[in-house]
């Protein structure tokens, strides 16, 4: 482990255990991690009634019995679960290239409340996620369609093939009602770090730079720690040290203590709306207002041959009403990304004709590849997420790649995607 690597896994040791990303107050059902690809908020937005397209269904008894009963399992023991699926279809065109691919996934996600339900004392938990992806009606992953086109990054973020796995295993420890915590075992930092409204492949963006922000080299699952606090006054510290070579199929223990190639992550940053909710009486409501720095280093990993790195992102959300603007600018020291610089634009608005969880977003970004032989590349997204039901989400998405970086003789890209998801 390199020493820039321990200095910093030090420091963010230094505050008080993991506040990982942000914190929030302990009234009512609040969230812990507000990124919407963390497990316990994955659960609680596929328990959380919507308001959809299409109220009553045939199905709608069964339903009723069925969160029912989850409800009840939780107030016997604690124990709190989602099952999702979701699969994405995706097109790609330009004048030279032609690709169609397409991705499905089945996840299965919990939380168990060990220790301090219903305020008896600090909570402890124990979370985590059973999953697989595989190809769907293609003999190409969706995740492939657009770098087989000619883009730099892909358009369909998290939609390859992976082998029914536990990928997330953890156990997290609230202290100092709930603004101190501390998060081990196997974790997804993606999941965690750089907080976006709309950072997620499964619910919002599913091109990579509006989400997983390839500036940073995020391990998909790795064996680690983190720790962190919120402040009274909505500021927030968050570190973390994790096993750069983590797997989403392996255990990690073998690479995480013998290879010793680390991914280190810190973040500090702002979150205005958590002040309110600790105000005495007042339920906790996520909003939409976010300001963090993000910086990391990453050890060189010798297996595949990519170099030590470093870099920092900065991040401003900001809510106006309905409307949800947002900025993001990465930088990587380069050659342990794909990108050197990214800067990235959108807004979202939500509650579109009339339905409260409907959601159009819009998003621009350049990206200067880290191969200074590759020239950089322009992007837009827009996706509109429609709630067709209560438990079913239909997303159209378009994606325009301007000057694809690995196909230099296409001066556009189009990529087109259909998205579908049942959370229950």
């Not at 369909?156 to 156990?171: C, F, K, N, T």
């Not at 050890?299 to 030590?308: A, N, Q, T």
Request: hydrophobic letters at 40%; aromatic letters at 14%.
């Amino acid at each position: 482990m390199k020493p820039i690597s321990l200095s910093l896994a030090l420091s963010l040791c230094a505050v008080p255990a993991l506040a990982i990303a942000q914190t929030a107050p302990p009234a009512g059902d609040a969230p812990v991690i507000r990124n919407p690809n963390d497990v316990p908020n994955v659960i609680r937005d596929a328990n959380t009634p919507k308001d959809s397209l299409v109220r009553e269904t045939p199905a709608t008894g069964f339903l009723d019995r069925w969160f029912a009963f989850k409800n009840s399992l939780y107030e016997q023991t604690g124990f709190k679960f989602s099952v999702a699926y979701h699969q994405v279809v995706q097109v790609a065109s330009s004048d030279n290239r032609w690709e169609t691919g397409s991705g499905a996934g089945a996840e299965f996600d919990f939380t168990w409340e060990v220790f301090g339900r219903n305020g008896t004392g600090p909570k402890g938990l124990v979370g985590g996620k059973a999953e697989t992806r595989f190809n769907f009606l293609n003999a190409t992953a969706a995740q492939s369609v657009a770098p087989k086109a000619g883009s730099i990054w892909t358009g369909a973020a998290g939609y390859g093939e992976q082998d029914l796995s536990i990928p997330q295993l953890w156990y997290e420890h609230h202290l100092v009602r709930d603004r101190v915590l501390f998060r081990v075992g196997k974790i997804a930092p993606f999941a965690v770090f750089d907080y976006n409204k709309y950072k997620s492949p499964r619910t919002g963006f599913i091109g990579q730079p509006q989400n997983v922000n390839p500036t940073i080299p995020y391990p998909a699952s790795a064996l680690g720690f983190g720790g962190g606090a919120r402040l009274t006054n909505g500021i927030f510290f968050a570190g973390g040290l994790f096993d750069a070579n983590g797997s989403p199929i392996k255990d990690g223990f073998d690479s995480f203590f013998n290879q010793r190639e680390f991914f280190a992550i810190g973040e500090v940053g702002w979150t205005p709306d958590f002040v309110e909710g600790l105000e005495p009486g007042k339920d906790y409501t996520p909003g939409n207002d976010d300001y963090h720095l993000t910086f990391w280093h990453s050890d060189g990993r010798k297996d595949i041959g990519r170099p030590e790195g470093w870099g920092f992102t900065g991040s401003v959300q900001k809510g106006f009403g309905s409307v949800v603007p947002f900025a993001r600018y990465g930088y990587s020291s380069g050659g342990a990304t794909s990108l050197k610089h990214l800067v990235s634009i959108g807004a979202g608005y939500e509650g579109l004709f009339g339905y409260d969880d409907d959601v159009l977003a819009v998003g621009l970004n350049w990206g200067e590849p880290s191969n200074s032989a590759l020239d950089p590349q322009y992007g837009f997204e827009a996706f509109y997420r429609m709630q067709l039901t209560p438990q079913i989400a239909v997303t159209p998405d378009v994606q325009v790649i301007v000057d694809p970086a690995t196909d230099p003789s296409s001066d556009v890209l189009g990529v087109f995607s259909i998205r579908g998801r049942i959370a229950l």
